[in-house]
């Protein structure tokens, strides 16, 4: 699976902007997908992930009723709607898809990886 991230930008506090996570591969419909964050001089750090129906989500407490992951299967895309944003929610974002059917919110659980895209919130 091959994954590419895109609709980072700069945004002012409390705007919004809508991640995409575009995959190639006939199977990953039935792989977990996730977002994941790294601000600089940061670890990589877990934001949210999504079953691969898109029925079960999970989501860090730091953007938890702020961020919406979703996913569209027939597409092979995965989405990020990030709301209410913040200067702390500066980062480079990555999409990363897992193997297994069980949740992760550990980097080293996800077996692929996108290039990332950087979202900038200005104060």
């Known amino acids: 699976v091959q994954l590419q991230a895109s609709g980072g930008g700069l945004v002012q506090a409390g705007g919004s902007l809508r991640l995409s996570c575009a995959a190639s591969?006939?199977?990953?419909?039935?792989?977990?997908m996730g977002w994941f964050r790294q601000a600089p001089g940061k670890e990589r750090e877990f934001v949210s992930g999504?079953?691969?129906?898109?029925?079960?989500?999970w989501y860090a407490e730091s953007v938890k009723g702020r961020f919406t992951i979703s996913r569209d299967n027939a597409k092979n895309t995965g989405y990020l709607q990030m709301n209410s944003l913040k200067p702390e929610d500066t980062a480079v974002y990555y999409c990363?898809?897992?193997?297994?059917?069980?949740?992760?919110?550990?980097?080293?659980?996800?077996?692929?990886w996108g290039q990332g895209t950087l979202v900038t919130v200005s104060s």
């Open positions: 990363a898809a897992r193997r297994r059917t069980y949740p992760s919110v550990s980097t080293s659980g996800y077996d692929y």
């Open positions: 999504i079953g691969s129906s898109g029925s079960d989500t």
């Open positions: 591969g006939r199977t990953y419909s039935t792989y977990i």
